[in-house]
């Protein structure tokens, strides 16, 4: 039987290969890039839009939590909020019945 020769074989190899790598009509056309790189770059403005809004939120909820915390903390409620001496109930554990918050 007749060997292949070298050249048979590299040009069945080359084949190969660019059948391997795929058509070259898979690049678009700059117009096509060009609109995509819009949307992406569109897209990511819109993202900063929502993440800026976020952080304001954040902040201005950090601000009214401490704003809270400020008046809990004031002598005006402290009696209210010590509990020394007194039984302590858990209003989440489901056992205190209807009479659980006069304890």
Request: proline share 6%; glycine share 8%; with cysteine.
């Amino acid at each position: 039987m007749a060997r292949p020769s070298a050249s048979s074989v590299g040009l069945l190899l080359l084949l190969i290969g660019y059948a391997a790598a795929g058509p070259e009509s898979a690049l678009q056309p700059r117009a096509v890039r060009s609109s995509a790189c819009q949307e992406h770059t569109s897209l990511h403005n819109r993202l900063d839009v929502v993440e800026k809004r976020v952080e304001d939120t954040v902040e201005k909820l950090e601000a009214e939590l401490a704003a809270l915390l400020d008046v809990i903390e004031d002598p005006e409620w402290r009696p209210l909020l010590d509990t020394s001496g007194k039984p302590v109930v858990d209003i989440l554990d489901g056992k205190g019945g209807e009479g659980a918050f006069l304890n």
